[in-house]
């Protein structure tokens, strides 16, 4: 388990890694329209009759999101201002999540209302993590097949709500390239850079997904070993 761990680390920081390196080779490239992020992602609201939805800036890097709670697309200072391939894809695929709470995208939706009980499976199994490490007596009181069984179903919600992610993320991505390309936003050679951002952007949610599902089907394993 501790190599698997290792293994999906290093890959996950490896994507990472690519990931920062291509919005920093498009963030050098500025688009023709010279539109910053916020004018991107409120052209793109509006083009798509979304009125209630307020384009505001948030503090970090990489901090980029939607909020449908609060109805507001929240773009990092440098995609926020930015007026170049980078800012305008990121900030279209942001918006791309805005369109789709409009649309009822089902997917969207799934994983929305998985939300609480994948923060609640992510406690527990931290829980039993450190129970298990640091010897607390409270997991004795249970038989090693109750205790996997319970690791099983809590990775299997962290797992389905890693896979829901997926065509979430791809969708939101399709929709802002689509967009970008309809609206004259940017020309032909820009939009191959927000193409390549943005699959580099998904593969993080890809080796998220993978390395949830080799989790989930090790501990499946492991049970199933332990009832031989």
Known sequence: MIILFIAFMLVGWAVQAKLKSKFKQYAAMPISTGMSGKEVAEKMLADHGITRVNVI????????????????????????????????????????????????????QMRSQMVPAVSISSKMLNYIFLAGMFGMGVLHIFTMDMV?????????????????????????????????????????????????????????????????????????????GNRD
């Open 148 to 224: 996997i069984l319970a690791v099983i179903f809590f990775q299997g919600m962290i797992t389905l709500f890693s896979v829901i992610t997926l065509p979430v993320e791809y969708d939101a991505s399709y929709r802002a390239v689509v967009w970008l390309e309809n609206a004259g936003v940017v020309e032909a050679n820009e939009l191959e850079g927000v193409n390549d951002a943005l699959k580099w952007a998904a593969r993080t949610y890809l080796v998220s997904a993978i390395a949830a599902i080799t989790y989930l089907a090790y501990y499946v394993l492991m049970f199933l």
């Open 57 to 108: 800036s948030t503090p970090g890097k990489l901090t980029d999101h939607y909020n449908p709670k609060d109805m507001t697309v929240n773009l990092s200072p440098e995609v926020f201002e930015g007026r170049n391939v980078s800012a305008a894809a990121v900030a279209a695929h942001e918006c791309g999540h805005a369109v789709q709470h409009a649309t009822a995208y089902k997917w969207l």
